[in-house]
């Protein structure tokens, strides 16, 4: 969770710099109330879980290829 959430405050940091009119809430406070069911490639997790139950690989195989896929969309 902490690289992620350090993911975030890059994001966070990128989006504060651009050309906004308004500002956006505190870091902290944004980051708390998403509900993380969004991935990073703009996937539902619900269906990226579908799609890792559907792979007919080893589990572990399986999983490090769906986070590569998901790194990769990024």
């Known amino acids: 969770m902490q690289w992620e959430r350090r993911h975030a405050q890059a994001v966070y940091r990128l989006l504060e710099a651009s050309t906004r009119q308004e500002p956006l809430p505190p870091f902290d406070a944004l980051f708390e109330a998403l509900p993380g069911t969004i991935l990073e ?21 399986a999983f490090a290829e769906l986070a590569l896929d998901i790194e990769c969309q990024t």
């Open 41 to 61: 490639g703009g996937e539902p997790l619900e269906e990226v879980v579908k799609k890792l139950e559907g792979l007919p690989m080893s589990s572990c195989y």
